[in-house]
């Protein structure tokens, strides 16, 4: 199978198309259903894969990114008669269990992505449903603050993935429907128990959809809604967008090499070393000379969201990330501290969210997560949060004999407080000091000190600490040790444990209902040879083993 | 298979003794290598299958209902140098996916009880931990409300699952660790992942134990532990305890009939109707009398427990259950306002308790449930819950023809707004109106009404409402139409939708951790041929698929 690659731009989009009108954008899904990622399926009715899904999300960060004067998205079809049709069936009747799951996850993510935009960024995104919207399809919908129907009697919205198929409305569907749109347990049984859908009045008064508009005022429902949203944004419309220019990478047999995160590759011992590099210099003079794609936090951030996610698509073997960083603690932190001073900007803002949400997508990361602090690294402030997303941060007391660097520190900035909550709130500090909530006071009061182990390790900010003569030895067998072990039991472990206490609706999306969809994912109801995934379109009727588990 | 039997009693125990001595009780787990409860495997080392549990689960029954004076139960071993080696592997190993889940679930609800027995009956479990406390054993454990240690250099408490077994601790553990003990997530990390465990000092700094205990203290320190505990208990110490008679059953081949259940099977339906009926009078006259066996509450209570646990462990091909209610509201509601007027008093705390316990496991019921509110029906207060828990109701309008009995009315008391919290700590009506808190209030102001069928839509209590003339059709097209369903669909889909908004730690056990167990157990990694739970004991070392998904 050909590489899967996250990254493209508006000019290569076979699946949507940007409009702009002012303060007003428009994300057209138009899907080339000759256009799959793979062979053997065609998107029809706007029915989507993962090479849609990747489009999708690289419009939402350009929308953010380069378009500070937009302040409402519209998202619609360009299709008569459909809204979209959902995650192709056939793509997921044929494609392995572990691509369905990375595709969901990926899927989950964008739709978060979507929220996020609207509750933090001053762009609501806003859905106009004329045709159909089934399953994924209404589950994009619902990913959007608000949901118009067009009130022509075919126009309908439904998640039939049950009755039809045997899987859930993965998508965050099930989740959605009750805890952002609230609709009643029981009408969202019969809701996604019912392959047509709800439409018109039913579908307001079931809160399915905020509105039905007659197609007469349709188009200009869909603008003052719009330009609604728009007017309370706070976005600055006459401020000027970044770029988003292509990333600089370079693949090759062991790894990828970027501007300041390498991947190296293992694969005998099953891992992969990420390492990120702090900023060759102190942060821009001003704001304005900061605005580019150039940026250290903003480039680090896409090349290491690019690089998390080029593990998981097409590294699936490799089940352990060593997670270093090395460069001059000084500057990230003298970065940070740009990032808090300016965190009114419309800019500094979205580097700020960006670094959150690939701080998520990190913690959704099913690999075995190992930070190595040693001497020469540089995890403090924004970076100290990747040893705080680790499963274990390992770091060595003191400093190598013969190397004259200073012994090995963590560092703290006033963003390890409060700017990057995981996707349960809390911030990575909080959620590790769970049990012993004075240690995130302690660990506050000394922000901006280099943290060597001894401190490191009484202040409990790391998991381990080995002196030089243990080092080598501990680590390498620490690390076959992870490698040894089932993979499935760790990606279920690590799904627990990384999550303490508070849930949200996006924790219930990545653990609840993902982790019932991935169990149906395996069940021969849905995948079996006569099970409903596979016989879908076939005119054959599956067959189902009627034990309940 | 022979038919797994819910009910037993102290004198038919192979694996456990009571002893009582004043406020406290002691449970000793003594398990019968050779009184597993299918054959094929031993159960060693305390190890223990779904007989263990089962009678575990009656035990805690006992202490509550039989034992008003006992304030503490001290769970220990009788066997040297183990306290508890978790679920039998072997067992695990050849069972069915169905039983494992079921075992688990079981499992879970049991170390449930003892949470809720600590927390709300005054009498709390303390856990003396004396030789190897692994896995399930040690998540028993932690289902206690502290834990001693034995510090003898040998004894220690261990989750040793992910690397030995290539599963979860699945019996809550995971989940417990980090939200009850409140255990750091490195940490945990580490313990999880550790064979041969914690023990010592290290075990409290981790917070995995609460005390360790030399050998020359330790009898001493537990009964001091208990002793404080005991006095702490609000339970009456010259009480005379309930004694829990033997439920009358009959089995049929169509289903069990007991006093006030009935269960009905329609196999090739794939269906069973559960009817509960009213008591057949008043309430006692006075709280003496209501002290026994026979209390309706109490009695239906018992009998639907088993009913439900019957229907889950013996027919796992009925799909759907359908709960329908028959006699006198009125009944069912003076027996509401008993358990309202005297729940200052042990017994009916019980009582309550119980219902509460029992309509969460019903919560968690993994068939599709269906309540049918017709005339003759008493859907009041307590039993009213049932309508609630299901995944749809629906009400007959008015009253048959030639039926003189008056129209289908549900009504509501007290008890349907507080006393029995669903695991997410709701009540089914605040879950019910998740989106329309106001809802709660307009159907509190009619507590005692009788609420007929357009009453009962417009207030939103129930799904659905047919007459006379469509009530036939609609009802058996309904459930036609669902027992063709994948039941693995049904499963995750009612999973998800049963539980709205908040979690707790007890819907994260039930949710996000059984689910990935779930999921593993479907591995091959764990239940392959070359699995680590078929390998276990054999001496040969399991081969993994290393792809992450």
Chains 1, 2 share one sequence.
């Not at 994300?27 to 899904?53: H, I, Q, W």
């Not at 250290?296 to 690019?306: G, I, K, M, T």
């Not at 381990?464 to 680590?475: A, H, I, P, S, Y």
């Amino acid at each position: 199978m050909s590489r899967i690659d996250f990254q493209t731009e508006p000019g290569r989009y076979r699946h949507w198309r940007l409009r702009f009108d002012g303060a007003v954008a428009e994300l057209l899904m138009d899907v080339d259903p000759a256009a799959g990622l793979f062979e053997g399926y065609e998107l029809k009715l706007n029915s989507y894969d993962l090479g849609v899904d990747i489009e999708l999300s690289d419009a939402i960060q350009r929308l953010r990114f380069e378009h500070p004067e937009v302040g409402a998205v519209v998202l619609r079809s360009a299709k008569e008669n459909v809204f979209c049709a959902g995650a192709n069936i056939r793509m997921l009747g044929k494609a392995t269990h572990g691509h369905k799951v990375n595709f969901c996850k990926f899927t989950n993510e964008t739709r978060c992505s979507i929220e996020d935009a609207t509750e933090h960024s001053g762009q609501t995104w806003i859905c106009a449903v004329n045709g159909t919207a089934a399953g994924g399809g209404y589950e994009l919908a619902v990913s959007c603050d608000s949901i118009l129907l067009i009130d022509d009697r075919r126009s309908s919205v439904s998640l039939p993935e049950t009755p039809l198929l045997a899987v859930l409305p993965g998508t965050g569907g099930l989740t959605r429907i009750t805890d952002k749109r609230r609709v009643r347990r029981d009408r969202a049984d019969v809701f996604c128990s019912t392959e047509e859908g709800v439409r018109g009045k039913r579908a307001v008064e079931w809160r399915l959809v905020d509105e039905v508009v007659p197609p007469s005022a349709w188009e200009a429902r869909i603008r003052e809604r719009a330009d609604e949203a728009a007017a309370r944004s706070d976005r600055p419309r006459a401020a000027t967008g970044v770029a988003l220019t292509p990333l600089t990478r370079r693949f090759t047999d062991d790894g990828v090499a970027y501007g300041f995160v390498t991947i190296a590759c293992d694969r005998a011992a099953g891992r992969a070393t990420v390492t990120v590099a702090a900023p060759a210099g102190p942060p821009p003079a001003t704001l304005e000379a900061a605005r580019s794609a150039g940026f250290w936090p903003l480039q680090a951030a896409r090349e290491l969201d690019d690089a998390i996610l080029h593990l998981r698509a097409n590294e699936p073997a490799l089940g352990l990330l060593v997670l270093r960083t090395e460069g001059a603690a000084a500057q990230v932190l003298a970065h940070d501290a740009f990032l808090e001073a300016h965190q009114g900007d419309w800019f500094i803002r979205e580097v700020r969210l960006y670094w959150k949400r690939l701080l998520k997508r990190i913690d959704m990361t099913s690999r075995s997560l190992v930070a190595l602090v040693e001497p020469g690294s540089c995890f403090a402030g924004t970076l100290a949060e990747l040893a705080f997303a680790a499963d274990r941060s390992v770091m060595l007391d003191g400093a190598r004999a013969g190397d004259n660097r200073p012994p090995a520190a963590l560092a703290l900035s006033p963003l390890n407080f409060g700017a990057y909550p995981m996707a349960n709130g809390l911030t990575r500090l909080r959620a590790r000091f769970w049990g012993e909530p004075d240690s995130v006071g302690a660990a506050q009061a000394r922000i901006g000190a280099a943290i060597e182990a001894g401190e490191a390790d009484a202040l409990g900010l790391v998991t381990m600490v080995f002196d030089e003569t243990d080092w080598d030895d501990e680590v390498r067998i620490m690390l076959e040790e992870r490698a040894s072990f089932s993979p499935d039991a760790l990606t279920g472990m690590e799904a627990n444990l990384r999550f303490v206490g508070p849930e949200t609706m996006e924790t219930r999306i990545f653990g609840r209902l993902t982790a019932w969809q991935n169990w149906i994912f395996q069940r021969a109801n849905a995948v079996g040879e006569t099970g409903a995934l596979k016989l879908y379109g076939t005119g054959v009727q599956p067959s189902y083993d009627k034990a309940r588990v």
